[in-house]
Structures are given as structure tokens and as C-alpha cells.
């Protein structure tokens, strides 16, 4: 019942910037927390960054001081804006969302850890 879409994937240069959205729609439910992921060739799937509906956030450390997640809670939508881009950034990014697990519908519709995927969006980074 629920879809992400997700959006602003593309090539860039290094040290270029990029913003990516996810829109959350199709769930009745409170959503807790949306965030970004992402996956590269030969490595497995990492947390860029995650906010919560109260605006808590968290970041790997490798994108710390570069990127900065943000929320839009009335239109369920997550954005991650991606400046000072390096060679190691390349992936498709997944964006996440799960819902709260006080909420009832929420446990009726899903199991733990009640999360969402979208269908990824990949980012390039080359010259």
C-alpha cells in the first residue's frame, strides 16, 4: 500500500552538488522516519542519511558536512541535498520510509522493522 517515488538522480562532476527527493504516498499510517540509502557496485547497502518526523537526524560518516537531509511531513516527502560530490559517492540511492509502530494500522500492515523501499536512483560522479 505503500509507494516511494524517488527523483534528481543523475550524472555530475566532482565537487558538483545534486538533490534528491522521495515522495511517500498510498498509507494511512504515521510515518516515523525517511531516509536515504544507497548501494554500490561490490558493496553492500549503507545509510546516507535518516530523519525522523520530530526532525532527528542521523548521517554516515563519510557524507557529514556534505549532505543535509530534510522533511516535508505534510507532504510525506524526504530530500537530501548532496553538495561537494567525490568519485566515492557513486551509487543508485534507495530511499527508506517506515512507519510508526504505536500506530496500529501500521503493525497491521507491515512487520518489524516496518520499512519501505523505493526503487533506487542512481548517481553518477564523473568529469
Known amino acids: 500500500q505503500v509507494q516511494l517515488v524517488e527523483s534528481g538522480g543523475g550524472l555530475v562532476q566532482p565537487g558538483g552538488s545534486l538533490r534528491l527527493s522521495c515522495a511517500a504516498s498510498?498509507?494511512?499510517?504515521?510515518?516515523?522516519?525517511m531516509g536515504w540509502y544507497r548501494q554500490a557496485p561490490g558493496k553492500q547497502r549503507e545509510l546516507v542519511a535518516r530523519?525522523?518526523?520530530?526532525?532527528?537526524?542521523n548521517y554516515a560518516d563519510s557524507v557529514k558536512g556534505r549532505f543535509t537531509i530534510s522533511r516535508d511531513n505534510a507532504k510525506n516527502t524526504v530530500y537530501v541535498q548532496m553538495n561537494s560530490l567525490k568519485p566515492e559517492d557513486p551509487a543508485v540511492y534507495y530511499c527508506?520510509?517506515?512507519?510508526?509502530?504505536?500506530?496500529?494500522?501500521?503493525?497491521?500492515?507491515?512487520?518489524?522493522?516496518?520499512?519501505?523501499w523505493g526503487q533506487g536512483t542512481q548517481v553518477t560522479v564523473s568529469s
Open positions: 498510498g498509507s494511512s499510517f504515521s510515518i516515523y522516519a
Open positions: 527508506n520510509a517506515q512507519c510508526d509502530p504505536s500506530d496500529r494500522v501500521c503493525r497491521s500492515n507491515s512487520v518489524p522493522p516496518y520499512d519501505y
Open positions: 530523519i525522523t518526523s520530530g526532525g532527528s537526524t
